[in-house]
């Protein structure tokens, strides 16, 4: 690769790192959320959540109280999907469906009546790169991996925090029982019920603070559904990480890539229709699926009711 193609390819890595970090931050808490058995289709509400409470928290603060107003208002909707699947045994798909619905209304309707017609206009200030010093030099990978914001090495530090928490210890251990057997786990001493409770609000942090990168780190203003499937996205890169925290960040990757390649390809001026380019993240996803079915075992328990569990 000539030195005149550095440019373009150290736009494709950065590219690639921003399009991935939201993914990663819903998928680390997801995969918390499938290990103790519950699937939370919700996951696009949480993040859609999490965008707007980044957009009022920004608006009468800065942003770390964007980030957390973002994170209370996944834990708000994550805690909402609790409270039916866990304590009335209601339909876990069902359920995460209906909470993506409310969210979607929800937000639109309160964006309008907040922000009215002019809403569209409004512009945040965003999140600033933090570059770290020796490291962002290094060519090729140092500005894409070491000058980002800091939300973004946030989720490089839970990746290993969740690995070593998820494998490494009783809690962890505990997780993945429920996961397996409620049953069994229960007889051990474990609390399902309080188990999944907990990973669920987990899950909501991380759902909103994902939201919230979206707002403050790069668009910089609240769009109605700016989620654009990114929560369902991330449920798929759990199952394409095959449940486990360092498989789910390398997915994670794939998908912020194929994101990024739309921007590559059009740099490099072929002729091809753009859609063609918007698709490609998601036709790689239902391909890596379908190449995976049937050849990955999802934890035993995962979206049986919790009245099977008693």
Do not use: K
Request: hydrophobic share 55%; charged share 10%.
């Amino acid at each position: 690769m000539s030195l005149s193609s550095q440019p373009a390819a150290s736009e494709f890595f950065s590219a690639t790192i921003r399009t991935a970090t939201p993914l990663l931050l819903a998928a680390l808490g997801e995969v918390v959320v499938e290990r103790a058995g519950v699937i939370n289709i919700g996951l696009e509400g949480v993040v859609l959540a999490g965008s707007f409470g980044a957009l009022i928290g920004a608006t009468h603060g800065g942003v770390l109280s964007a980030y957390v107003v973002a994170a209370l208002c996944g834990l708000a909707t994550a805690a909402l999907f609790a409270l039916f699947v866990l304590w009335t045994s209601a339909d876990q798909i069902i359920t995460g469906t209906a909470i993506t619905l409310l969210a979607l209304g929800l937000t639109g309707t309160l964006y309008r009546a907040i922000y009215g017609a002019t809403g569209a206009l409004l512009t945040l200030s965003t999140e600033q790169p933090l570059p770290i010093p020796g490291l962002s030099r290094i060519p090729w990978l140092g500005a894409a991996l070491f000058a980002q914001p800091p939300v973004t090495y946030l989720a490089y530090a839970l990746i290993p925090i969740v690995w070593w928490w998820m494998y490494r210890t009783h809690a962890g251990l505990a997780l993945r029982a429920v996961g397996e057997s409620p049953q069994a786990a229960a007889a051990a001493g474990v609390r399902p019920r309080r188990v999944r409770l907990l990973a669920l609000m987990f899950g909501g942090v991380l759902g909103g603070i994902a939201g919230g990168m979206l707002v403050v780190a790069q668009a910089g203003t609240f769009a109605e559904g700016m989620s654009s499937g990114r929560g369902f996205v991330a449920i798929a890169i759990v199952v394409l990480g095959r449940w486990h925290p360092v498989g789910v960040a390398i997915a994670a990757l794939v998908f912020g890539a194929a994101s990024a390649l739309q921007f590559l390809l059009q740099a490099l001026g072929l002729a091809l229709p753009y859609q063609l380019f918007l698709a490609l993240p998601y036709l790689l996803t239902l391909a890596g699926l379908a190449g995976l079915a049937g050849r990955v075992l999802a934890p035993a328990a995962l979206a049986r009711p919790d009245e099977e569990l008693a």
